[in-house]
């Protein structure tokens, strides 16, 4: 039997629903177990899926014409990822996705994300909601990469990302934050120095 | 009387309404006309609107701590802007939104937009689609910006949104795209010189 009950925390906090819309939610969910370094989707592909991740880590990254991975997000318990470009449009992905450790994850197929629209409506709230704190999350990226220093945007990110810290490894943090590797490495001694 | 024919459609596309339903939207929205630099939000004020662009456009931008301007996101006829951080924390802004061109907008404050929810639960829908286009804009910046040179981020910006650069400034696009005037210039006049 799949856990869903940090998924059922996650909707109680927005949306009120009773056994039995909780139930035909669950029942439209694809429960799996992934091994780190699986590869759920890769770019080219099309994104059929929404994932939450229950527990372990997933990451989402590009690949430029060099062959550099570009870390584009992290999904660690509570969280959805997907190829959202993809998912909506139905067109071949940018991202690949990709788990950074073992993890549980509950997989919704966008089919089934529809019908559940159509049959309870109140997951329109849900997912907008979700959407729009992703939207506030992905613009106070944007904003801080405009805007601050290395320094800072680290801070920033160990501030608010403390847990993605624990279970993803540090080159793919120094990719997300838009840094090389040794540069992140050169801040956390500095910071070290200073006992942040 | 304002000008709804281009929010009309664009409520079309994604949902339907009858007029009733479609009358009560547009008595929630608080039409206004605004010069050229006038200031819509200020960063450090809470934001109570999403303002939709009728005509001309809209910027919205955030200074760093030497003072210099960072355009974060354009509005163009058809689109919606708001701080969004705070529009939905209801926390100070860190944006400011300003007119970059004469401006016909409509305003609707998050307080009607609460009550649309509930007495029309299918705008729930509606700014769901909304948000997700905006998510998938947001997320595509970001790639861009971690994989793309400064020449490649200006080629994908004319090809995606031409008719920004028909009223915003050029310093302006510039800011948007993470570089200096002076660079952006050097860029356009050897693109120029390859009748791109």
Chains 1, 2 share one sequence.
């Not at 550099?68 to 509570?78: D, L, R, T, Y």
């Not at 080159?171 to 997300?176: E, F, P, Q, R």
């Amino acid at each position: 039997m799949p856990d869903f009950s940090l998924l059922s925390k996650n909707i109680d906090k927005h949306i009120r629903l009773d056994e039995e819309e909780k139930a035909l939610f669950f029942s439209y969910l694809e429960p799996a177990s992934v091994k780190k370094r699986k590869t759920l989707l890769r770019a080219g592909e099309v994104c059929r899926y929404s994932t939450f991740v229950v527990d372990g880590a997933l990451k989402s990254f590009s690949v430029d014409e060099q062959s550099n991975e570009h870390v584009i997000s992290f999904a660690v318990p509570g969280w959805w990822i997907a190829d959202m470009y993809s998912l909506l449009s139905q067109k071949p992905a940018i991202l690949t996705i990709e788990a950074i450790a073992d993890a549980e994850i509950l997989m919704l197929p966008r089919v089934k994300q529809e019908l559940l629209y159509e049959k309870v409506p109140k997951f329109e709230r849900f997912f907008r909601i979700l959407t729009e704190n992703a939207l506030v999350a992905n613009q106070q990226r944007i904003i801080n990469n405009l805007t601050l220093t290395a320094e800072e945007r680290y801070l920033h990110f160990i501030d608010k990302y403390r847990f993605v810290l624990e279970c993803a490894p540090l080159h793919n943090v120094a990719s997300y934050l838009g840094m090389t590797p040794e540069f992140l490495s050169k801040i956390r001694r500095k910071l070290a120095g200073k006992d942040v």
